[in-house]
């Protein structure tokens, strides 16, 4: 009896003397963290993918409270909605941004860039890379070995079997920017969705000079600057062989497209040519993307 | 006998054509001058489309003090300044010749004799062969002039010649050794005075021995040469492991340099190069080139003008054989596989190896068993197997602290692995990236 009136005695006295000091420790040692930081986490998407370029959402979070202001901060994942969330707790004004999607600029599929030699080594880009120029004639395009693949932790490329590209699902890409990181060849890019998600790019990234170019792959860039003269906003400039369409400018027309004696240019999301303008060869090239038809953008 | 303390592999030697004399080999119709063929900035072109250049005229300017010039191998018209695809397997600068007969600048002496005397300072003979473009010639092509002029410091006590030649195939050194013996031993004594050292070792495998007796007989006309033998192991011409083997130093992690345990370590062929140019004023533009391969039919080694393509010496060793499955660049350890058989000869081309099919297949990679034979391998004692995992898992902090940097990308690891494991791979990649946040750790310093 007297065994368990010591124990509960001694066990209680511990008990309430450790909860003195915890006490005591919690109220002197309290960091104060300002409420808001939680509530902006709160609505974050919890991706801590670390495209917004902070160390995860309670990181990204911390610095919009700190910034006092919204400026050139977005959440690439929730995008404009969660946003404005942010700013209506922080009471701030939302900063429209523009929705960006990844855009693969390489269009050397295999039946269009002939393989000559065979990659046995380590199925990694970067890897592939740093040995030598890949398995085509093309140093500068896809190699193929899907580094950008395993990179996206939405699911949002895969690698298509047929063409050996990458392929983006736009509906599912959060332009977190982790493929473009993860490219060694700098063949991704960010661009904007473009009004109804219509995009017009250069899908290439060859510097070579024309006549290399050519050789190596049927639909590579060999910087003739046929789009650059066609183009009336001045969005095509050329430089190291290689054009390329500065989306803020271009208004969609696709005349450089057409222009493309390559096929060079990609026009992605366009309702079909009219029936005259069918016959040319660049309108296969028009829906080949992804997700092939016209797509609503629902941040529109 | 003499090896190295850490690690090592002894692979097949198969050294097929170490009994074929040294062949002259044709020239090519056009010759190739890539303008990046040794560490350093790349050299600067002086000549442009349609200049007239004889053999042994100055095509490119060194583009910095760790650089070197490039001469011209053959007389011709410089028919364009453009890119090519170089053993890296990626288009660099380079200058194309189109051979047009075979007329030589009048300042090289072209005669068989010997010249042993010189009244050259120290001074001089490294401006000589500075001027020359000589570079290290065992495969690294670092600058030689460069590792002549010591850092602040540090004092050179011995020159250590490598005429080691522990790739498997390769034989270029080995013939270089038996057919210009004296030649090489000049040469050795004008790195000496360059260095300003009285003592110079010179290190060969005893799978060698004709060269070993011939050069040691020699040897001793020569005050302060030494010849060493030494016993056949993998990847004993490695800079650090060969002052192991001859001098028992061990070179600190980097970014310490041989010259830190006073030593200057220079290949056989290298020295052939300071002979000839600052004996015979001949800037480096030729060197000895081994084909070889188990399928080929006459592997062979050749006096090669630099700016050949290799496949004008593949063609001259009875043509590329069937069952070819690889073309690689240097020997089968450290060698790279070619993209195209026209990558032009560099100066660190040290030879041409057709593997068949079989040999170059790559096994299939399985999981690793802990057995740590690539880390009783491993040279430079690191431990391959966590370099790779941590490449893998792109932990370039903890792999930095590993030493990752120490590695000198023998293979050895992989070569020893059971379980086929592509380590290098992986190392190279780590190596690549750690190199990258250094040089930019250092530059925001």
Same mark, same amino acid.
């Not at chain 1, 899907?146 to 890409?173: H, K």
């Given at each position: 009896?007297?065994?368990?009136?010591?124990?509960?005695?001694?066990?209680?006295?511990?008990?309430?003397?450790?909860?003195?000091?915890?006490?005591?420790?919690?109220?002197?040692?309290?960091?104060?963290?300002?409420?808001?930081?939680?509530?902006?986490?709160?609505?974050?998407?919890?991706?801590?993918?670390?495209?917004?370029?902070?160390?995860?959402?309670?990181?990204?979070?911390?610095?919009?409270?700190?910034?006092?202001?919204?400026?050139?901060?977005?959440?690439?994942?929730?995008?404009?909605?969660?946003?404005?969330?942010?700013?209506?707790?922080?009471?701030?004004?939302?900063?429209?941004?523009?929705?960006?999607?990844?855009?693969?600029?390489?269009?050397?599929?295999?039946?269009?860039?002939?393989?000559?030699?065979?990659?046995?080594?380590?199925?990694?880009?970067?890897?592939?890379?740093?040995?030598?120029?890949?398995?085509?004639?093309?140093?500068?395009?896809?190699?193929?070995?899907?580094?950008?693949?395993?990179?996206?932790?939405?699911?949002?490329?895969?690698?298509?079997?047929?063409?050996?590209?990458?392929?983006?699902?736009?509906?599912?890409?959060?332009?977190?920017?982790?493929?473009?990181?993860?490219?060694?060849?700098?063949?991704?890019?960010?661009?904007?969705?473009?009004?109804?998600?219509?995009?017009?790019?250069?899908?290439?990234?060859?510097?070579?000079?024309?006549?290399?170019?050519?050789?190596?792959?049927?639909?590579?860039?060999?910087?003739?600057?046929?789009?650059?003269?066609?183009?009336?906003?001045?969005?095509?400039?050329?430089?190291?062989?290689?054009?390329?369409?500065?989306?803020?400018?271009?208004?969609?027309?696709?005349?450089?497209?057409?222009?493309?004696?390559?096929?060079?240019?990609?026009?992605?999301?366009?309702?079909?040519?009219?029936?005259?303008?069918?016959?040319?060869?660049?309108?296969?090239?028009?829906?080949?993307?992804?997700?092939?038809?016209?797509?609503?953008?629902?941040?529109? | 006998?003499?090896?190295?303390?850490?690690?090592?592999?002894?692979?097949?030697?198969?050294?097929?054509?170490?009994?074929?004399?040294?062949?002259?080999?044709?020239?090519?119709?056009?010759?190739?001058?890539?303008?990046?063929?040794?560490?350093?900035?790349?050299?600067?072109?002086?000549?442009?489309?349609?200049?007239?250049?004889?053999?042994?005229?100055?095509?490119?300017?060194?583009?910095?003090?760790?650089?070197?010039?490039?001469?011209?191998?053959?007389?011709?018209?410089?028919?364009?300044?453009?890119?090519?695809?170089?053993?890296?397997?990626?288009?660099?600068?380079?200058?194309?010749?189109?051979?047009?007969?075979?007329?030589?600048?009048?300042?090289?002496?072209?005669?068989?004799?010997?010249?042993?005397?010189?009244?050259?300072?120290?001074?001089?003979?490294?401006?000589?062969?500075?001027?020359?473009?000589?570079?290290?010639?065992?495969?690294?092509?670092?600058?030689?002039?460069?590792?002549?002029?010591?850092?602040?410091?540090?004092?050179?006590?011995?020159?250590?010649?490598?005429?080691?030649?522990?790739?498997?195939?390769?034989?270029?050194?080995?013939?270089?050794?038996?057919?210009?013996?004296?030649?090489?031993?000049?040469?050795?004594?004008?790195?000496?005075?360059?260095?300003?050292?009285?003592?110079?070792?010179?290190?060969?495998?005893?799978?060698?021995?004709?060269?070993?007796?011939?050069? /040691?007989?020699? &040897?001793? $006309?020569? @005050?302060? +040469?030494?010849?060493?033998?030494?016993?056949?192991?993998? *990847?004993? =011409?490695? !800079?650090?492991?060969?002052?192991?083997?001859?001098?028992?130093?061990?070179?600190?992690?980097?970014?310490?340099?041989?010259?830190?345990?006073?030593?200057?370590?220079?290949?056989?062929?290298?020295?052939?190069?300071?002979?000839?140019?600052?004996?015979?004023?001949?800037?480096?533009?030729?060197?000895?080139?081994?084909?070889?391969?188990?399928?080929?039919?006459?592997?062979?080694?050749?006096?090669?003008?630099?700016?050949?393509?290799?496949?004008?010496?593949?063609?001259?060793?009875?043509?590329?054989?069937?069952?070819?499955?690889?073309?690689?660049?240097?020997?089968?350890?450290?060698?790279?596989?070619?993209?195209?058989?026209?990558?032009?000869?560099?100066?660190?081309?040290?030879?041409?190896?057709?593997?068949?099919?079989?040999? /170059?297949?790559? &096994?299939? $990679?399985? @999981?690793? +068993?802990?057995?740590?034979?690539?880390?009783?391998?491993? *040279?430079? =004692?690191? !431990?391959?197997?966590?370099?790779?995992?941590?490449?893998?898992?792109?932990?370039?902090?903890?792999?930095?602290?590993?030493?990752?940097?120490?590695?000198?990308?023998?293979?050895?690891?992989?070569?020893?692995?059971?379980?086929?494991?592509?380590?290098?791979?992986?190392?190279?990649?780590?190596?690549?990236?750690?190199?990258?946040?250094?040089?930019?750790?250092?530059?925001?310093?």
């Amino acid at each position: 009896m007297d065994l368990i009136l010591v124990a509960v005695i001694s066990l209680g006295a511990i008990g309430l003397v450790s909860a003195v000091v915890l006490f005591v420790a919690s109220k002197k040692f309290a960091v104060y963290e300002d409420p808001r930081i939680g509530k902006v986490a709160e609505v974050l998407p919890q991706a801590n993918c670390g495209g917004c370029g902070y160390p995860g959402c309670s990181g990204f979070a911390e610095a919009c409270v700190k910034a006092g202001s919204l400026e050139g901060k977005l959440c690439p994942v929730g995008g404009q909605p969660v946003m404005e969330r942010v700013a209506a707790i922080l009471g701030l004004d939302a900063v429209a941004s523009e929705p960006k999607v990844a855009v693969v600029r390489c269009n050397g599929s295999c039946e269009h860039r002939p393989r000559m030699t065979r990659y046995d080594g380590v199925k990694l880009c970067a890897i592939a890379n740093a040995t030598y120029g890949g398995e085509t004639g093309c140093t500068f395009g896809c190699l193929g070995c899907g580094d950008c693949v395993s990179a996206c932790q939405f699911g949002a490329i895969r690698m298509n079997p047929e063409t050996g590209l990458p392929e983006v699902d736009e509906d599912i890409c959060t332009a977190c920017g982790a493929c473009v990181k993860a490219c060694p060849r700098h063949i991704i890019e960010l661009r904007p969705k473009g009004k109804k998600n219509r995009r017009v790019y250069v899908s290439c990234v060859n510097k070579d000079k024309g006549a290399v170019t050519r050789k190596a792959c049927e639909v590579g860039c060999i910087g003739c600057g046929k789009c650059v003269k066609v183009c009336e906003f001045d969005a095509i400039t050329l430089e190291n062989n290689l054009a390329y369409i500065d989306p803020n400018k271009c208004r969609l027309c696709r005349k450089c497209e057409q222009e493309c004696p390559q096929g060079a240019i990609i026009a992605v999301n366009f309702p079909p040519r009219k029936p005259k303008t069918e016959a040319a060869p660049t309108e296969q090239l028009a829906t080949r993307p992804a997700s092939g038809e016209e797509k609503q953008n629902p941040n529109e | 006998m003499k090896t190295f303390r850490i690690g090592g592999v002894h692979p097949a030697e198969n050294k097929l054509s170490a009994g074929k004399a040294i062949q002259v080999l044709d020239l090519p119709k056009q010759a190739v001058f890539p303008l990046s063929q040794h560490i350093g900035a790349p050299a600067v072109p002086v000549v442009k489309r349609g200049d007239v250049v004889k053999v042994g005229t100055k095509i490119a300017e060194a583009g910095g003090f760790v650089s070197a010039p490039i001469y011209s191998s053959v007389s011709g018209k410089v028919s364009k300044v453009d890119t090519v695809i170089d053993a890296s397997g990626y288009r660099k600068p380079a200058v194309y010749i189109d051979v047009e007969g075979d007329e030589w600048e009048e300042g090289i002496d072209r005669s068989q004799t010997l010249v042993c005397e010189t009244s050259l300072s120290p001074e001089e003979i490294v401006a000589k062969i500075k001027d020359a473009g000589v570079v290290g010639m065992g495969g690294a092509c670092f600058p030689t002039h460069v590792k002549l002029c010591p850092p602040p410091g540090a004092k050179a006590e011995c020159v250590i010649i490598n005429g080691v030649e522990c790739e498997p195939y390769l034989t270029a050194d080995h013939r270089l050794m038996l057919e210009k013996p004296d030649e090489i031993l000049v040469g050795v004594t004008l790195l000496m005075k360059a260095a300003k050292v009285d003592k110079a070792y010179i290190g060969i495998e005893n799978n060698k021995p004709d060269a070993i007796s011939l050069l /040691a007989e020699k &040897a001793q $006309a020569y @005050p302060g +040469i030494e010849v060493v033998p030494l016993k056949v192991k993998y *990847p004993q =011409g490695g !800079e650090k492991q060969l002052i192991d083997a001859v001098i028992r130093r061990q070179v600190p992690a980097p970014p310490a340099l041989p010259i830190n345990v006073g030593a200057v370590v220079q290949n056989v062929g290298t020295v052939y190069a300071v002979y000839e140019a600052v004996m015979k004023n001949k800037p480096l533009f030729e060197r000895i080139v081994t084909v070889t391969g188990k399928s080929l039919k006459n592997p062979s080694n050749f006096l090669t003008r630099m700016g050949t393509p290799m496949s004008q010496l593949i063609e001259a060793a009875g043509g590329m054989p069937e069952d070819t499955g690889k073309v690689i660049g240097g020997g089968p350890m450290m060698g790279k596989a070619l993209a195209n058989t026209e990558v032009p000869i560099c100066k660190g081309s040290s030879g041409v190896l057709l593997m068949n099919r079989k040999e /170059a297949a790559r &096994a299939e $990679a399985q @999981p690793c +068993i802990r057995c740590a034979k690539c880390v009783s391998a491993c *040279p430079m =004692g690191l !431990e391959p197997f966590l370099l790779a995992t941590l490449s893998m898992h792109k932990e370039w902090e903890r792999v930095e602290k590993e030493d990752i940097m120490s590695c000198i990308e023998c293979g050895s690891c992989q070569f020893t692995c059971p379980s086929h494991r592509p380590m290098l791979d992986y190392i190279r990649l780590g190596k690549t990236t750690v190199g990258g946040i250094i040089r930019a750790r250092n530059a925001k310093k």
